[in-house]
């Protein structure tokens, strides 16, 4: 790269750690990207992480020694979260989202890149300090959550099937009880999509009484992983205690009420903001 004035080489850096984010990178890699020396390469970190953390982009931390450098965490602070969140609530609430079993359509929802963007953050800071390898997630709904969340981890997503397929090669398939409908079903998991005492993120779009979610973390024991933690973006507050099989877990939002004759709904900010 040519030698770049300071201002440029400001905006260009911050780019850089943009989109690498928990990515250690070492002092030498910046001086000899931008042909600048680590003193001037230091003082540039200085001021992006002064304006990363006033302006609640995330955090700069440095790490010292031969093999250190720096490394970009991206998080959201709870203000800016909660705004989000409330806003998010209020397009739950429309009328015409409410589906029969108190179930809310939100598909489209879920294909708003920026929407995505801002959930993905909140998960991220939610689990920014445990050690995780994989985020793991269910067709359909939960695969954008999961990505989102995903690019700012910097880390890969694993799918799992409600059937085996064939193009996926050798699988682990297990049947589990739906916690809404008590009916069995099945979920599958390629051998090769995740690898042995790997810590796993679940995330999913919406939980009722969490059956689907036990499912995972029962195949996740078939790989001898652990459960890191499991999120959700929405959870239905009209369960009953003794029939919600899952006690630790981030919700970003809340279903606390559903009228199905008048199509009326309260959506919440989740446990996160509690």
Do not use: W
Not at 1 to 27: D, G
Not at 193 to 213: N, P, W
Not at 248 to 274: E, H, I, R, W
Request: charged share 25%; proline share 3%.
């Amino acid at each position: 790269m040519k030698k770049l004035k300071r201002s440029a080489r400001l905006v260009e850096m911050t780019q850089y750690l943009l989109s690498r984010p928990h990515t250690l990178i070492s002092l030498t890699a910046f001086a000899d990207r931008y042909q600048s020396a680590k003193s001037s390469i230091s003082e540039d970190l200085a001021i992006i992480k002064e304006v990363f953390e006033e302006e609640g982009f995330g955090e700069l931390h440095t790490h010292a020694g031969a093999a250190g450098g720096v490394k970009y965490t991206p998080k959201m602070n709870q203000d800016t979260a909660l705004s989000i969140m409330n806003g998010i609530c209020r397009q739950l609430e429309q009328p015409e989202r409410v589906l029969p079993g108190g179930y809310l359509y939100m598909t489209d929802m879920l294909g708003q890149p920026e929407m995505l963007a801002d959930v993905g953050r909140m998960f991220a800071t939610a689990f920014a300090d445990r050690r995780i390898d994989v985020i793991m997630t269910v067709e359909t709904k939960g695969i954008p959550l999961a990505y989102a969340t995903a690019s700012c981890l910097n880390i890969p997503v694993v799918i799992v099937r409600r059937d085996n397929k064939v193009t996926e090669g050798s699988a682990v398939s297990i049947n589990y009880v739906s916690g809404s409908t008590k009916r069995i079903q099945t979920m599958s998991l390629a051998r090769r999509a995740l690898k042995e005492q790997s810590r796993v993120l679940i995330i999913d779009d919406f939980m009722k009484a969490g059956g689907t979610i036990q499912g995972m973390m029962d195949l996740l024991y078939e790989f001898k992983a652990t459960v890191a933690g499991v999120g959700v973006f929405v959870e239905s507050g009209e369960v009953e205690l003794e029939e919600r099989l899952l006690e630790d877990y981030v919700s970003l939002a809340k279903l606390t009420a559903v009228d199905m004759k008048t199509k009326q709904t309260t959506v919440l900010p989740g446990n996160y903001f509690k």
